[in-house]
């Protein structure tokens, strides 16, 4: 059964880089089935697709958040991440990974992790 | 892209029925049958309700059903239960291999 981890610091610092990592397990990171994605929720708020990636090595940003963003993958590792720069208050939120339908449950998220706190304070 | 539009609160009584509104654009909601939409409980994770419009994932059960008619899509929660109450997200392909969630619906059960 697919499973996913966030994992990462849960406290970062104003302008500096928010950098988060989610771990596969179950399955392959190969899988032509997904794409893998990135989501957040701020504090009370709702959702917001951060971006996805392709095994493959191609990469899908959130327009409005595309300048920041980098997305990457270790295969060796059978993990993603996620790095966000220049981190303000408002990039404070829960982060989620997840699968993207790729070849079923088109562009559905089928299967989430259990996502992770990151605050933005000095 | 901006945001779908969602209503932010929607309520029923013990098994009557809801149906939550999901309005985008012809270039997400209206151009594509890539409408999902999920559940979400105080503190937990989403979870996966409806998918291309109208499909239910395994295990969802079928007081759940998906539509949609031009560029909204809805979400209807017929027999409501009390673990029916939780936030409701739609959200879209937006070409390019975009994405876009709407604002949430939260579902009461009065």
């Known amino acids: 059964q697919l499973q996913l981890q966030e994992s990462g610091p849960g406290l970062v610092k104003p302008s500096e880089t928010l950098s988060l990592t989610c771990t596969v397990s179950?399955?392959?990171?190969?899988?032509?089935?997904?794409?893998w994605g990135w989501i957040r929720q701020p504090p009370g708020k709702g959702l917001e697709w951060i971006g996805s990636?392709?095994?493959?090595?191609?990469?899908y940003y959130n327009p409005s958040l595309k300048s920041r963003v980098t997305i990457s993958v270790d295969t060796s590792k059978n993990h993603f991440s996620l790095k966000l720069s220049s981190v303000t208050a408002a990039d404070t939120a829960v982060y989620y990974c997840?699968?993207?339908?790729?070849?079923?449950?088109?562009?559905?998220?089928?299967?989430w992790g259990q996502g992770t706190t990151v605050t933005v304070s000095s | 892209q901006s945001a779908l539009t969602q209503p932010p609160s929607a309520s029923g009584s013990p098994g009557q029925s809801v149906t939550i509104s999901c309005t985008g654009t012809?270039?997400?909601?209206?151009?594509?049958?890539?409408v999902s939409w999920y559940q979400q409980h105080p503190g937990t994770a989403p979870k996966l309700m409806i998918y291309?419009?109208?499909k239910r994932p395994s295990g969802v059960p079928d007081r759940f059903s998906g539509s949609k008619s031009g560029n909204t899509a809805s979400l209807t929660v017929s027999g409501l239960q009390a673990e029916d109450e939780a936030d409701y997200y739609c959200?879209?392909?937006?070409?390019?291999?975009?994405?876009?969630f709407g604002g949430g619906t939260k579902v009461t059960v009065l």
């Open positions: 997840a699968t993207v339908g790729r070849t079923s449950t088109y562009y559905g998220m089928d299967v």
């Open positions: 179950g399955g392959s990171i190969n899988s032509s089935s997904y794409y």
């Open positions: 990636f392709y095994y493959s090595g191609t990469t």
């Open positions: 012809s270039s997400d909601v209206g151009g594509y049958n890539f």
């Open positions: 291309e419009v109208t």
């Open positions: 959200s879209s392909y937006a070409g390019s291999n975009n994405l876009v």
